[in-house]
């Protein structure tokens, strides 16, 4: 009898042990990507820090040089909200964990720039589901993007490039101290006297003064 009702239940764990089983759920790194700009858009930076690894860097614009480990990505977002960015995702797609994406930049240091948009590329790179390298450039063939850096440029705002650099191993060369050159002046002024009072005096017409005879004391 016992043998009869075992014999039903083991072929039903047999059965259900021969069931495929579910694969985990694999993360969708673009989600990933849009997560984080979504919490940006709204202030969350809770949010935007939930999805980066404790070992993230960010290379782009706001972090130069790069912000290296969680305190500095943290950081750095911190001045975008602070900055009301927002970011409107126009293509982004996924090969293997990199996200290539394209997106509409908008933020009051822009304004303030005269552009009321930019346009960026990104490159975002994830571990096990999280971000761990995140970095975009701006799109410099785009003609409100231009406009901007070059304002950026005249302004010396990071990510500009300065007019003249010193070449590898040499100081900069310091400017003159006023108190310098004015030092400099009287100094010339003073050896010039000094020259000018050591010099005979020239008869005219180039004839040298004659020399007085000697009394004749014979």
Do not use: Y
């Not at 939930?50 to 960010?58: G, I, K, N, Q, W």
């Amino acid at each position: 009898m016992l043998r009869r009702l075992l014999s039903p239940f083991a072929l039903a764990v047999l059965a259900f042990a021969a069931l495929p089983l579910e694969a985990p759920a694999q993360t969708d790194p673009v989600a990933v990507f849009r997560q984080a700009l979504d919490a940006r858009n709204r202030g969350d930076l809770a949010g935007v820090m939930a999805v980066f690894a404790d070992d993230a860097v960010r290379q782009d614009g706001s972090c130069q040089p790069s912000c290296i480990g969680e305190a500095a990505v943290r950081r750095s977002f911190e001045q975008n909200i602070a900055e009301r960015h927002q970011a409107t995702v126009l293509a982004a797609q996924a090969a293997g964990n990199t996200v290539t994406a394209r997106a509409e930049l908008r933020n009051d240091r822009f304004r303030a720039l005269g552009a009321e948009r930019v346009i960026s590329d990104f490159t975002i790179e994830l571990r096990d589901g999280k971000i761990v390298r995140w970095s975009s450039t701006l799109d410099a063939t785009d003609a409100q993007t231009a406009a901007f850096q070059a304002a950026r440029a005249q302004t010396g705002q990071p990510g500009s490039t300065p007019a003249q650099l010193p070449r590898t191993g040499e100081a900069p060369v310091p400017s003159a101290s006023p108190w310098l050159v004015l030092g400099s002046l009287l100094l010339a002024v003073g050896v010039g006297v000094v020259r000018g009072a050591r010099t005979p005096t020239r008869v005219s017409g180039g004839a040298r003064p004659r020399a007085t005879p000697a009394p004749n004391r014979s």
